[in-house]
């Protein structure tokens, strides 16, 4: 009895763990000291259902004040599935009065598990001095 036919067999099953063995990932670089440092708050103008708090959670609010007031949300799913939710963004000038605005309307996003994403939005208006931004969960 030879050895070859074993030999073969042998190579063709370690070759095919190594090329099934392989997988892809995904590398990301970001600066050490980047230009434009994140100035996270906390803030009591984000709501949230119940519901929703029990997946994602809010990571920190970065408000901007240049022409338009505009605001920046890091969200993060704290499970391992994907979630969908919606999110509005109100606006409201130096008296706390509501704008009213055509755009003024739930936009839903989905999160994958363990994912950390930002929401952004832009005042419609340059008289918007502050917000107040509703998340939503969405059962499916």
């Known amino acids: 009895?030879?050895?070859?036919?074993?030999?073969?067999?042998?190579?063709?099953?370690?070759?095919?763990?190594?090329?099934?063995g392989c997988t892809s990932s995904v590398n990301s670089v970001e600066r050490a000291d980047p230009e434009h440092p994140r100035m996270m708050v906390s803030?009591?103008?984000?709501?949230?259902?119940?519901?929703?708090?029990?997946?994602?959670?809010?990571?920190?609010?970065?408000?901007?004040?240049?022409?338009?007031?505009?605001v920046s949300v890091e969200l993060q799913n704290t499970t391992r599935s994907m979630h969908t939710f919606s999110y509005l963004f109100?606006?409201?000038?130096?008296?706390?009065?509501?704008?009213?605005s055509p755009t003024a309307t739930y936009v839903q996003r989905q999160i994958e598990g363990k994912e950390s994403i930002f929401i952004n939005a832009v005042a419609p208006t340059?008289?918007?001095?502050?917000?107040?931004?509703?998340?939503?969960?969405?059962?499916?």
């Open 1 to 20: 009895m030879t050895m070859k036919p074993f030999i073969w067999l042998g190579l063709v099953v370690v070759g095919g763990g190594l090329i099934t």
């Open 43 to 70: 803030d009591k103008r984000i709501i949230a259902d119940a519901a929703l708090n029990r997946h994602v959670r809010i990571v920190g609010v970065s408000p901007a004040y240049n022409e338009h007031m505009s």
């Open 90 to 100: 109100e606006w409201f000038d130096e008296n706390g009065i509501l704008i009213s």
């Open 126 to 140: 340059p008289k918007a001095k502050d917000f107040r931004l509703k998340l939503i969960d969405v059962v499916r």
